[in-house]
């Protein structure tokens, strides 16, 4: 029974716009879904949700009524504070502390002067209503919809398992569910499916931003600037962002679920534990194991016809959760591979560029006045892969009185980088620098995530049985040095709020969240530190921001390379595994045509293909005791024991088993006189001494034989007759039925009847 897999989306690293990993895998008469994942970095194409424009416009009428009276000052002063504070929220915000100003410049601690005001550029409005130009950028000014895989090639009704990998991977499992299509059954830890939960409760939060500024849409109506006739304005890799080539992907877009969405979608999740087995349809068996990269994610074993090893996001070196598990893969076949560590970076943001005003201009012949220049370089940083680098750089920037941003991409990720930056300052006597994580589910995920001790590494949960808490953040909320805010804006922050210091938040791509109005407060001060995961859209994500000042810091998380990637393949020996495409320039052991030409067991597959994966040609079964019983084996001449069983197959918790069959006794006794099985070779020179010595006159004939037969006898008297003799049978032609029944027995005398 063969497998068909066809890729929906290669995964963040493999492109700027591939979309997270996903699959669709048919196997033994299932659809399984892997993964079921939002695309946020589409997130990039949106200006940000505090709209960045009206914040410049407010503030070059901040600059330009300085000059008028009090009254007038002390209005212009409270105005952009409204788009971040409750209406019970004192002003005296946190914004304004130390006569720092929202705009402030690098090298001024006042307010804007109205010389530089002027100088800032305002939103430029394109033919298209909702397009604006930022930095040499086009952006969306509406409220954003969130891109899916590819479910265009997906029947959601036909589909019969989920199989959930980690929190990241489960964003977008409420716009499926809500549908009302979808019957089938979603599987994930237990420590997957809160975290997940957690997360699309704060991006539910994060886009009541956009709600409050652009009011509430309906879902059932797309928005214009996904119809075709706009389609003609946009630049080319502006368009090819929003949609395919054939214009597909527009049916990929979808309007953000509502909180009770989320419920709903929670309520039809199965949780499972490592290593347990899960049946379904007794057709086949799905196993999660440890995957080391996220607090409960997971790979998975599906065993059916084949038994196939799916690898997420992966890890061997986790330092918080639960190690990844390669011995639980030993039995399988097949492996695919998705979400591996790319190195090749070149030419993202280059690529950008052609979203720009010059594309615009050559198109509509006009000239845009808006701002062209290129990030400097003091604001584009470099890229690291420990964390320990990361604190070094953190370290400096606040001992240069500058507070620093660190956007975390998973909550494993946040716990262990609050770790490493909270150890590194009271290292070097830096505790009295307060940390900040502003989330408005802060409180829950600092709380569970000190109560999952089975989930983590051995070294963990060896403190566990010390006695002390399984993460850091415990102590530093006990001492008061980590704050848990719900919003920046908030009494409790502007008690509590100290500059320098280290703010941690969930990435949202800079277009909302906390990170908004600290880029606001911070982005022209070259003393700051912004640490963003590496997406290869830099230059898109500041664009709102410009002109930036502050550092840019990315840090790239630990994933399976091609040297991981062929110790487990080397250890593991599978008959067939599967790589990305765009992955093989990363793979030259793997993907080169010398080391190709020798080995079979390569397959590199691109978005949409669908890879037909063979039947394995010998399938192992399990047989009932009952059945065994029945089995009476007869010894052969050749050392061989040899029995005949009469067994009905069939699958059950994803293996084949041999079971009684359900037969009457009338039909059970026709079956046992019809069916009679021979073991053996007829040996032609012990025939033809036979069939000599009951009288026949026989040659045996070595040239002219039929039926590709290796031997064949021709009988002359008392009839004619012709004995064609082969491997595996023998043919007797004769019309004499007396003379057909001597030479059979013959035959059978020479062979062996079970």
């Known amino acids: 029974m063969a497998m068909e897999l066809t890729c929906l989306g290669l995964g963040k690293d493999q492109g700027k716009w591939a979309g997270p990993s996903c699959h669709l895998l048919q196997i033994g008469g299932a659809n399984i879904l892997l993964e079921c994942p939002l695309d946020t970095t589409m997130l990039h194409l949106f200006l940000p949700a505090s709209d960045m424009l009206v914040q410049k416009r407010d503030t070059l009428y901040e600059a330009r009524c300085s000059k008028g009276s009090d009254a007038d000052k002390k209005t212009t002063k409270k105005r952009p504070l409204r788009r971040f504070l409750d209406e019970e929220d004192d002003l005296d915000s946190w914004f304004h502390m130390e006569g720092k100003c929202i705009s402030r410049s690098s090298d001024a601690s006042g307010p804007l002067s109205p010389e530089k005001a002027s100088q800032i550029p305002l939103e430029t409005n394109l033919p298209l209503h909702f397009l604006r130009i930022m930095d040499g950028h086009v952006f969306l000014d509406v409220e954003p919809w969130y891109k899916t895989a590819d479910f265009s090639l997906v029947d959601i009704s036909s589909l019969d398992v989920i199989l959930i990998s980690s929190p990241e991977s489960m964003l977008g499992l409420p716009l499926l569910t809500r549908s009302g299509n979808f019957t089938g059954k979603i599987y994930a830890t237990s420590v997957t499916a809160k975290l997940g939960q957690l997360i699309m409760e704060e991006l539910v939060c994060m886009h009541a931003e956009y709600i409050q500024n652009f009011g509430s849409s309906s879902p059932e109506f797309k928005p214009s600037w996904l119809n075709p006739p706009a389609f003609q304005d946009y630049p080319a890799s502006f368009k090819k962002a929003l949609v395919d080539d054939d214009g597909v992907g527009r049916a990929n877009w979808h309007l953000l679920y509502r909180k009770k969405d989320i419920q709903a979608c929670m309520d039809q999740i199965r949780c499972v534990h490592y290593d347990e087995e899960i049946s379904i349809y007794d057709c086949l068996c799905i196993k999660a194991s440890s995957s080391g990269f996220e607090l409960g994610a997971s790979n998975w074993v599906i065993s059916g016809a084949r038994c196939l090893s ?26 695919l591979f998705s979400d591996l560590k790319s190195n090749n970076t070149d030419g993202y943001d280059e690529d950008l560029t052609s979203c720009s005003v010059k594309g615009i201009c050559e198109n509509k012949d006009k000239d845009y006045p808006v701002e062209t220049k290129s990030l400097s370089g003091r604001c584009c940083g470099g890229v690291v892969h420990d964390l320990l680098e990361v604190s070094k750089v953190v370290l400096e920037t606040i001992l240069f009185r500058g507070s620093v941003l660190v956007l975390v991409n998973g909550i494993g990720e946040l716990m262990e980088t609050l770790e490493v930056i909270s150890q590194a300052l009271d290292n070097s006597n830096l505790s009295d620098v307060p940390l900040f994580f502003v989330s408005p589910v802060a409180e829950e995920i600092l709380v569970y995530t000190n109560t999952i001790p089975e989930w983590l590494s051995a070294e963990r949960q060896e403190k566990l049985y010390a006695g002390e808490a399984l993460f850091r953040h415990v102590e530093l909320l006990q001492q008061g040095r980590l704050h848990q805010l719900s919003a920046l804006c908030s009494q409790e922050t502007v008690k509590v709020w100290r500059e320098p210091c280290v703010v941690f938040a969930l990435n949202w791509g800079l277009r909302m969240g906390p990170a908004i109005p600290l880029m606001l407060k911070w982005r022209q001060d070259p003393r700051c530190l912004l640490v963003m995961p590496e997406t290869g859209m830099t230059r898109l994500a500041l664009a709102p921001f410009q002109p930036v000042q502050m550092k840019v810091l990315h840090y790239c998380r630990r994933k399976l390379g091609e040297m991981e990637v062929s110790a487990i393949i080397e250890k593991m020996k599978p008959e067939l595994f599967l790589v990305p495409e765009t992955m093989k320039g990363e793979f030259p052991s793997l993907g080169d045509s010398d080391s190709r030409a020798s080995r079979n067991d390569i397959v590199f597959y691109n978005m949409w293909d669908i890879l037909t994966i063979p039947a394995p040609r010998y399938t192992e079964a399990d047989m009932m005791a009952e059945v065994a019983c029945t089995v009476h084996p007869r010894q052969l001449d050749s050392g061989h024991s040899v029995g005949k069983v009469k067994v009905r197959i069939q699958q059950r918790g994803g293996k084949w088993l041999l079971d009684l069959p359900k037969l009457s006794q009338e039909s059970d006794d026709a079956l046992t006189e019809k069916e009679t099985i021979c073991w053996g070779t007829v040996e032609v020179t012990k025939l033809m001494d036979i069939l000599q010595g009951n009288g026949l006159c026989c040659e045996l004939h070595s040239e002219g034989h039929r039926n590709n037969s290796e031997h064949r006898i021709v009988v002359t008297t008392p009839s004619p007759a012709t004995v064609e003799l082969g491997l595996q049978y023998t043919i007797i032609e004769t019309n004499d039925l007396v003379l057909r029944k001597l030479i059979t027995d013959a035959v059978r005398s020479l062979l062996t009847f079970i």
């Open 310 to 335: 799916y690898f997420s996001a992966s890890d061997l070196t986790s330092g918080h959760s639960m190690a990844l598990n390669v011995a639980s893969h030993i039995k399988s076949e097949v492996f």
